[in-house]
């Protein structure tokens, strides 16, 4: 069966401020010692399964310029432009009617576009795995990771141990983001995994999961698919879109649907959350410095610093994370990452919407 | 008797890098929220004592622009240009041969250019005090701070409490930078008095006491001073002068002359010795934090913070100084401002001469 990929490229990344802008969000950044940005990782990776006129971007309209400019090979009809942002489910029944008129039917593979996956084979094996169990009856499959400690950052996923196929394994349940004591409780069961966002299925399964579990937007999905290839595309596009109900994949669908499989993903997986992921995916010097650009440091030790041509001299620093940009520099201590949105919120309450 | 003074203004100031460069050092900053340099500063203080006319810079030859344009009111040749830095004694003789020439004797007060004083009124008093004393024989007189604290980085000065003069004293003698026990023994005795670096005497006072105790430096000067006025007077200087003996006018003279008096001085004086002086001379905001400029500090306290135009977003800071300049910032632990001397050093050892 045809392989596609959806991969979901609307998001913000507010919490690599000041890096990242509404005018050029995390995706869109070379996080990585490479220079190949987020969303260009993304595409190259899974390269090996399919052609690039069967990946898919989903992104905001204001970023349709950025996904042409980095992925020059994705066809420009596969950019699919949200007028506003509603959450996951919207985002995906788009990219599936969008699938259902192309191919008929077809696998298409969920992915985040702003991901970190070290072992790119056995992450190509786990897509391929779960390629095999959505092409049968009406599997929904996701891929879960395997924990590596209590992370209260994300949600969890239970499996059936008991109940495998293959390397995959039935889904219990989805469950909400825990407190620390409950995420060691998940670790110690061994019947947990983290849900990483990323889903594998038949384009007609979607859709009609869909379809029984929110029809509203099923409804509203088939007026936009009708409309495609039209001179009213665009048309139908906005004005029914951003009528639908902003809700996401997991919410409406599944946490209520029938036949999940989970793959526990062991690939060096890293959803590259805030500034701190910076140590993990690059270099650190003897004394536990990240660091990029023109920097002098002394007797500093275990700071990520990013910076460009300007010269920053850091003097008996330790656990900062320093990240410079042309217009505006933020100094943070590592343990005080979420509250970086406080910045932007302060920024949003002046009207300062140059810096956000 | 004419009263004159030589503001000393040859420092580099690298303790306030950044923002002081080679090119701009600390005496041509301004350091205060009022937008006035620290020369500027110093020569309006003294201006209800004297005209203009009578006050003289020393400084380097690289700085004559910037004297000229911080200072319009002095008259040119009231700027002496050291072809080379050679401390404070060839400094003030070349000031001393300057004013005889000028006025025959006078009295003559020496200045730092990169001080503050809080209460000018008691300052000015303290200057008439020892401009009466200075004017008494051959007495040689010095202002010295009555210390707050056991501070290591200043020299001390012992008076003799039973000589008095009116408010001054009998000094016993002068002391190096002591270590912090002995600092703390100074204190006890209430005998002791830090060394500000001001100096009031006669003209004549001075020249006689070179001519005794520092006899070769004292023979170069005759010579600078017969070219004042002729057109060799620029060849000479630029020959003689940087043969003089390097010497401080503490260990050259008034560690070995007789007849030095010292008035305690208690006008809220400060050397603004690092950027640690800032959060002394600067209000801050309730969360002790001290900034200029365009900062948004979020859960952050007890920081420096010096910008501009740029923005600086502190996230959950403590005890930091944050300096940012067009082509540099720095981001320094209160504790370890000395360290900044460091990065001096390496950036002269990279020969990276654009940021010195």
């Not at 869109?28 to 899974?46: A, H, K, N, P, W």
């Not at 897509?127 to 891929?143: E, H, R, S």
């Not at 196929?165 to 349940?173: F, I, K, L, T, W």
């Not at 920024?347 to 810096?355: A, D, P, Q, S």
């Amino acid at each position: 069966m045809k392989k596609t990929a959806l991969i979901m490229a609307g998001g913000r990344g507010e919490r690599f401020w000041p890096k990242s802008r509404k005018s050029l969000p995390k995706q869109f950044l070379s996080l990585t010692d490479d220079g190949r940005t987020m969303i260009q990782l993304t595409v190259e990776r899974i390269r090996p399964l399919m052609d690039l006129e069967d990946i898919y971007i989903s992104t905001n309209r204001a970023y349709r310029g950025l996904v042409m400019e980095q992925l020059p090979g994705i066809p420009p009809e596969n950019i699919l432009c949200e007028p506003v942002g509603r959450n996951t489910a919207p985002c995906i029944g788009l990219g599936a009617v969008h699938m259902a008129k192309k191919y008929e039917d077809a696998l298409m593979m969920v992915l985040p576009s702003d991901h970190l996956i070290k072992y790119n084979q056995m992450f190509l094996n786990a897509l391929k795995d779960g390629c095999g169990i959505a092409q049968k009856g009406k599997n929904l499959v996701t891929i879960g990771i395997t924990p590596d400690y209590p992370e209260t950052g994300y949600g969890y996923i239970k499996f059936r141990p008991q109940e495998a196929d293959g390397n995959a394994y039935a889904v219990d349940r989805f469950v909400e983001k825990p407190d620390v004591e409950t995420a060691k409780e998940y670790l110690e069961t061994e019947e947990y995994l983290w849900n990483s966002g990323m889903f594998i299925w038949k384009v007609s399964t979607i859709l009609d999961n869909m379809k029984s579990m929110l029809p509203d937007m099923y409804d509203g999905l088939f007026k936009i698919a009708e409309a495609i290839g039209t001179d009213k595309q665009e048309m139908v596009l906005e004005k029914v879109f951003p009528e639908l109900e902003s809700v996401s994949i997991d919410y409406g669908i599944m946490e209520k649907a029938q036949n999940i499989y989970i793959l526990p993903g062991v690939f060096g997986w890293d959803d590259v959350g805030s500034w701190l992921a910076v140590e993990r995916i690059q270099k650190s010097n003897e004394r536990g410095n990240v660091v990029t650009g023109n920097i002098i440091t002394i007797n500093s030790k275990n700071n990520i610093i990013q910076g460009g041509k300007k010269l920053i001299a850091a003097v008996g620093l330790e656990n900062l994370i320093i990240v410079d940009t042309e217009d505006a520099t933020l100094i943070c201590d590592k343990g005080s990452t979420p509250d970086i949105k406080m910045v932007l919120e302060n920024l949003k309450i002046c009207n300062r919407e140059e810096y956000l």
